[in-house]
């Protein structure tokens, strides 16, 4: 369990490294209802550092699960309008987002994969209109993590849960580096350390990033026409910088949509809805996935990559060294915003206007034309083993090494 003193300043990190909220702002908290002592916190923290006002968009992923048990199709797959119009309250008022993330794992363990999917498409739909405002940083927003007993328990299955929930407070201390006597301080650091390798790559301009391990990932991908590599902090639109993932250990960019060939195992497990896809390996040719298997979840994996067109093409590529501090906690944490910082990886579907020079200010024709994919989907997974070697290779064919055996040489 954190001390008090760690758990304040756990919550100022969300408020002035993750969404670096600016004195006088509108903040929403999005937080499922098993949280909310951490979500409260936060919004005391808020105002002690000038917030104008604090709403909540409580979750509740019990209900979610009840819902998807029980409702028609057709019911759970109309949004209602209020929702959407509370979104569009959210980005009228400049409101930067808060979102504490702690899903069960097993939210939607058993439902139906057809509805799910149906569901996901209509919630996303509805909510294209405020992804947009995040995924192209007119909102700063960040999300940070703290343990519920029902994740403790997938992520530490053999001790008592309040064992478990222990343990995972104890993980997230050292990832979230609040064991150190200035977490704040020891964040700027590493963001530092991050976005000078994100530098290197982006001056580079390879073609393709070529990724080859033992476990018989061999793939070529293509990177969008005058893409940038982005680590930990970027800017919003209104130039007030702000770090999106808390923890991020990741360097990304995006993908050309048309020149990805090549075959990719996954390193970890997938957890998409609730449901876990494993042991599986996707093939790609000229940008699309002609073929992919999986020994567990395939109806789910088939499930996501028919939801769209543009999810059977990737949205982003993002490298981790083995060595990050999630990597060698060595847990499986079934959260993406762990389990992706643990390892390099891929996403299937949409891929982020700012990793490519100029984006939100490009139509979605421009951004097609550089190889930018568009999707209602993002969905990570997975690559980056301990053997794993990346090199990137530029236009006139040089070869340079960025990986080996799974960690950053640059
Ligand atoms: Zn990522
Ligand atoms: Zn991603």
Not at 198 to 206: D, G, P, R, S
Not at 308 to 313: A, F, I, K, T, Y
Request: hydrophobic share 40%; charged share 25%; with cysteine.
């Amino acid at each position: 369990m954190l001390t008090e003193k760690q758990l304040q300043n756990f919550a100022e990190l969300a408020v002035r490294v993750g969404a670096n909220m600016q004195k006088g702002q509108e903040v929403v908290i999005r937080c499922d209802v098993n949280c909310q002592d951490f979500a409260h916190l936060i919004a005391q923290k808020a105002y002690e550092f000038g917030a104008k006002k604090v709403h909540m968009e409580w979750r509740d992923e019990k209900l979610d699960r009840i819902n998807m048990l029980n409702a028609t199709k057709d019911a759970i797959c109309d949004i209602p309008k209020y929702q959407t119009e509370l979104w569009n309250y959210f980005i009228d008022r400049k409101c930067c987002l808060i979102s504490i993330s702690a899903e069960d794992p097993n939210k939607y363990k058993g439902c139906d994969a057809n509805k799910l999917s149906a569901y996901q498409i209509a919630f996303q739909t509805a909510r294209q209109l405020f992804r947009n405002a995040t995924m192209s940083n007119y909102l700063r927003w960040t999300i940070v993590s703290v343990p519920t007993p029902e994740w403790a328990k997938q992520v530490f299955p053999n001790d008592p849960v309040n064992v478990a929930v222990d343990k995972m407070w104890d993980a997230i201390a050292r990832i979230m580096r609040l064991d150190t006597p200035d977490p704040t301080a020891a964040w700027r650091k590493h963001i530092e350390t991050l976005v000078s390798r994100a530098k290197f790559l982006t001056e580079h301009n390879f073609e393709y990033i070529h990724m080859k391990n033992k476990t018989g990932t061999d793939l070529k991908v293509g990177l969008a026409e005058g893409h940038v590599w982005i680590a930990a902090e970027e800017d919003g639109q209104d130039g007030v910088p702000f770090t999106a993932n808390m923890p991020t250990e990741e360097v990304f960019t995006a993908p050309h949509n048309r020149k990805i060939d090549g075959t990719v195992v996954n390193a970890l497990p997938l957890v998409n809805n609730g449901n876990v896809i494993d042991d599986f390996s996707i093939t790609f040719k000229d940008g699309k996935v002609v073929d992919y298997k999986a020994k567990i979840g395939y109806d789910a994996l088939k499930g996501l990559l028919e939801s769209d067109e543009g999810v059977l093409s990737l949205g982003e590529i993002a490298l981790i060294g083995k060595n990050s501090p999630i990597a060698q906690s060595g847990i499986l944490f079934y959260n993406t915003l762990f389990d992706e910082n643990a390892s390099c990886h891929l996403a299937f579907g949409a891929s982020y206007p700012t990793t490519v020079k100029g984006g939100n200010d490009m139509t979605d024709e421009q951004l097609a034309a550089r190889g930018m994919n568009q999707s209602i989907q993002h969905v990570d997974f997975m690559v980056g083993t301990k053997d794993i070697d990346i090199d990137g290779i530029g236009y006139d064919g040089k070869v340079v090494p960025i990986f080996r055996d799974g960690d950053w040489i640059i």
